[in-house]
């Protein structure tokens, strides 16, 4: 089998109500706004008539497919692991970002090839997985805008079936109100349901996340996630937090691949690892930090949801959550649009079931079946590698 012709669509959808925050970069509350959100939508065709697909990515992982979309044309497409291992030297001067974009269509393709889902490839077991609710950053706007929303959202969350809640604080804060929220939280829900938070490297200094863990130390949280400026990345520094405060840190979200995981991890700057399979090479990338993370008698948390986090969290014993992102008191339905499938697979607020589950997509692949049809309407741009 070999790669005859790559098509990557740009399609563009709305937002409502969200808004990106005026002094930052968080998707926050914002009544009566649409933001435009964009979509990247591959597609792998091949000399048998197999095609793999995967609707998400990001602007920079698209761009990055240019660096290496021509070298994919005529090659086995069920050789992952020499594609990874090629195109992560072809963007070792880069962030690779490219790579898990394509790697996770790779995979749905073995999946159909092979008439299995991408689980059953793997070795997975699971049919259904436990969610947090990741929330989505706090506003000013009347909705995550006070400790007791915050309280209140959390009590929702727990009455729908969440067993974990995940706080995504304010950018413009005091470090009083993250302290109280906490605080807040920790009370509504009582000792019985796991807590995180993740200032989305917001707090202004070390000192404020030495604060802020000390309270997190005082509600029992499950973890503290990128707490400081350093953007996530300074493994003395957070060697140094974890001395200082109780509560495990979840780090590597923001340093890239395999080996920088690794360095983390032994450094000493992290007790949860992240990876993400977009943003870390893809399912094959993923699976090496969560298998070298297990080596370590480390647990791995994987990053937002979605179809490929869900059949590879399916695949992993030392994992915990599903992240449901971004939920909020007043939007069920956060992020790319629930138009891209043609199935009832859906992501958000009350996806879950009665107990916190969701379900692994039983089909080849991926498991989903996307609306093309959708997909190509909101389609603004088309990028093609061809012989």
């Given at each position: 089998?070999?790669?005859?012709?790559?098509?990557?669509?740009?399609?563009?959808?709305?937002?409502?109500?969200?808004?990106?925050?005026?002094?930052?970069?968080?998707?926050?509350?914002?009544?009566?706004?649409?933001?435009?959100?964009?979509?990247?939508?591959?597609?792998?065709?091949?000399?048998?008539?197999?095609?793999?697909?995967?609707?998400?990515?990001?602007?920079?992982?698209?761009?990055?497919?240019?660096?290496?979309?021509?070298?994919?044309?005529?090659?086995?497409?069920?050789?992952?692991?020499?594609?990874?291992?090629?195109?992560?030297?072809?963007?070792?001067?880069?962030?690779?970002?490219?790579?898990?974009?394509?790697?996770?269509?790779?995979?749905?393709?073995?999946?159909?090839?092979?008439?299995?889902?991408?689980?059953?490839?793997?070795?997975?077991?699971?049919?259904?997985?436990?969610?947090?609710?990741?929330?989505?950053?706090?506003?000013?706007?009347?909705?995550?805008?006070?400790?007791?929303?915050?309280?209140?959202?959390?009590?929702?969350?727990?009455?729908?079936?969440?067993?974990?809640?995940?706080?995504?604080?304010?950018?413009?804060?005091?470090?009083?109100?993250?302290?109280?929220?906490?605080?807040?939280?920790?009370?509504?829900?009582?000792?019985?349901?796991?807590?995180?938070?993740?200032?989305?490297?917001?707090?202004?200094?070390?000192?404020?996340?030495?604060?802020?863990?000390?309270a997190c130390d005082e509600a029992n949280f499950l973890w503290l996630e990128d707490p400081y400026k350093d953007t996530g990345i300074s493994i003395f520094g957070h060697k140094r937090l974890r001395e200082l405060i109780r509560t495990p840190l979840?780090?590597?979200?923001?340093?890239?691949?395999?080996?920088?995981?690794?360095?983390?991890?032994?450094?000493?700057?992290?007790?949860?690892?992240?990876?993400?399979?977009?943003?870390?090479?893809?399912?094959?990338?993923?699976?090496?930090?969560?298998?070298?993370?297990?080596?370590?008698?480390?647990?791995?948390?994987?990053?937002?949801?979605?179809?490929?986090?869900?059949?590879?969290?399916?695949?992993?014993?030392?994992?915990?959550?599903?992240?449901?992102?971004?939920?909020?008191?007043?939007?069920?339905?956060?992020?790319?649009?629930?138009?891209?499938?043609?199935?009832?697979?859906?992501?958000?607020?009350?996806?879950?079931?009665?107990?916190?589950?969701?379900?692994?997509?039983?089909?080849?692949?991926?498991?989903?079946?996307?609306?093309?049809?959708?997909?190509?309407?909101?389609?603004?741009?088309?990028?093609?590698?061809?012989?």
């Amino acid at each position: 089998m070999k790669i005859e012709r790559i098509r990557i669509d740009k399609a563009k959808f709305d937002m409502v109500d969200f808004s990106k925050h005026p002094t930052g970069f968080s998707l926050v509350y914002t009544p009566g706004s649409r933001k435009p959100t964009s979509a990247y939508a591959i597609r792998i065709y091949t000399d048998e008539g197999v095609v793999g697909s995967y609707v998400g990515g990001n602007s920079v992982a698209a761009a990055q497919v240019n660096m290496f979309g021509d070298y994919l044309i005529g090659k086995d497409p069920l050789q992952r692991e020499l594609i990874y291992n090629d195109v992560k030297r072809q963007l070792r001067k880069f962030d690779k970002m490219g790579m898990g974009f394509v790697d996770i269509a790779l995979w749905d393709l073995a999946g159909r090839a092979h008439n299995a889902s991408i689980r059953t490839l793997l070795g997975g077991w699971k049919t259904r997985v436990p969610a947090y609710a990741s929330t989505a950053a706090g506003d000013r706007n009347g909705g995550l805008d006070s400790p007791e929303a915050y309280a209140d959202f959390a009590v929702a969350c727990k009455e729908l079936g969440y067993r974990a809640y995940k706080l995504h604080v304010w950018d413009v804060y005091e470090v009083s109100e993250v302290v109280r929220t906490i605080a807040k939280v920790r009370e509504a829900v009582g000792p019985d349901m796991d807590l995180m938070l993740d200032p989305g490297c917001k707090l202004e200094t070390f000192a404020h996340a030495v604060q802020v863990g000390r309270a997190c130390d005082e509600a029992n949280f499950l973890w503290l996630e990128d707490p400081y400026k350093d953007t996530g990345i300074s493994i003395f520094g957070h060697k140094r937090l974890r001395e200082l405060i109780r509560t495990p840190l979840l780090q590597t979200e923001h340093v890239r691949g395999l080996e920088q995981h690794m360095d983390f991890a032994i450094g000493g700057g992290t007790d949860f690892l992240r990876a993400d399979a977009e943003y870390d090479g893809g399912i094959t990338g993923a699976v090496k930090i969560a298998h070298a993370t297990e080596a370590l008698g480390l647990d791995v948390e994987l990053h937002t949801p979605g179809p490929a986090q869900r059949q590879l969290m399916a695949s992993l014993r030392n994992t915990n959550y599903y992240e449901m992102s971004f939920v909020h008191p007043k939007s069920s339905e956060i992020g790319r649009s629930q138009l891209i499938y043609a199935d009832d697979y859906r992501d958000g607020l009350t996806a879950i079931d009665s107990e916190g589950y969701v379900p692994v997509p039983e089909g080849v692949g991926l498991g989903v079946e996307y609306d093309w049809d959708a997909i190509e309407a909101h389609t603004v741009d088309t990028v093609e590698f061809t012989k």
